[in-house]
C-alpha cells in the first residue's frame, strides 16, 4: 500500500454512495454491504411503449434472505415463497385497473427489505417482469433479465438478437471500517465508480479517487499511475 498524498487524504471530503443503476433503477441509504439487512428501492422510469404501468413482480435472486417488502402507493405486495419457505419473488399490483393512468406519465417506485448475500465487490440482479395496461386494456410486457452489465436499452449486437433488458441491481461491498480495509478481490471490477464513498483506493503502485482534486493529484504523483479497473485475485487497500 502507498502511503503518500497524506495532506490530501486528510482533507479530502466524503462523497456518497449509490446503488448501480439500470432501467429500471436502484437507491439506497448508502451502500449495501454484504450479510447485513439492506433496503432497496426500485425506480421504474417508464412505462412500456406509451402504457403505464399495471403490475410489477420482482424475483428473488439466490443468497438473499429475510425479504420483507414495502406496500407503495404503487400498491399493495403479494409475497410467493418456495417450499422451503424462501422468498421467491414479490409482486405489486395496482389496486384497480382505474388506477392505471391512460399514458406513461409517471415513474413508479417500490422496495423491499432484506438480507444481502456475503459476495462482495459483485452486482445481486433481481429479474423483474413489468407489465404495463392501455386505455384499452391491452396488456403487454418487458422482462428486465440482463446481466451482463450492459445497460443499452433494446441494442443489438450485429447479426444477432436483441439484448436482454438489463435486470435491476444492487452491488455488494465488503465489510468495512473508518481509515483503511485491505480486500483481496474476487471479482472483475470494471466500474470503480462503485468507490464514490471512498477517499482513495491503493492496488500497488496505482490509485483511484472520486474525487477530483484526488484525481489530479493521483495524476501528478510520481510512479503513480490512475487505477482504472481491477481485475480478480487483486489486493487492493481502501480507505474509507
Known amino acids: 500500500m502507498k502511503t503518500s498524498l497524506p495532506l490530501l487524504l486528510a482533507s479530502a471530503g466524503l462523497l456518497v454512495g449509490t446503488a448501480a443503476q439500470a432501467h429500471i433503477g436502484t437507491s439506497g441509504a448508502g451502500p449495501a454491504i454484504e450479510g447485513t439487512s439492506y433496503e432497496v428501492q426500485f425506480t421504474v422510469g417508464h412505462g412500456c411503449s406509451g402504457a403505464d404501468t399495471w403490475r410489477l413482480q420482482i424475483r428473488i435472486p439466490e443468497g438473499v434472505t429475510s425479504v420483507r417488502p414495502l406496500d407503495s402507493q404503487f400498491g399493495k405486495a403479494v409475497v410467493e415463497k418456495d417450499a422451503s419457505g424462501n422468498v421467491k419473488s414479490i409482486t405489486w399490483t395496482r389496486a384497480s385497473a382505474s388506477e392505471v393512468l391512460a399514458a406513461d406519465t409517471h415513474a413508479h417506485r417500490v422496495s423491499l427489505r432484506a438480507r444481502m448475500p456475503n459476495t462482495p465487490f459483485a452486482?445481486?440482479?433481481f429479474p423483474t417482469t413489468q407489465t404495463c395496461r392501455d386505455a384499452q386494456g391491452q396488456e403487454t410486457t418487458v422482462e428486465w433479465v440482463g446481466t451482463s452489465g450492459d445497460h443499452q436499452h433494446g441494442a443489438t449486437d450485429a447479426g444477432s438478437e436483441p439484448q436482454a433488458e438489463p435486470a435491476p441491481a444492487v452491488f455488494i461491498y465488503p465489510a468495512r471500517t473508518p481509515g483503511w480495509n485491505k480486500y483481496t478481490v474476487q471479482e472483475h471490477v470494471h466500474d470503480l465508480s462503485v468507490f464514490k464513498d471512498a477517499l482513495i483506493v491503493w492496488s500497488g503502485k496505482s490509485?483511484?479517487?472520486?474525487?477530483?482534486?484526488?484525481?489530479?493529484l493521483i495524476a501528478s504523483e510520481p510512479d503513480t499511475t490512475p487505477l482504472t479497473e481491477i481485475h480478480p485475485g487483486t489486493e487492493i487497500w481502501v480507505k474509507y
Do not use: F, W
Open 207 to 216: 490509485a483511484y479517487s472520486a474525487n477530483p482534486v484526488t484525481k489530479e
Open 123 to 125: 452486482n445481486v440482479y
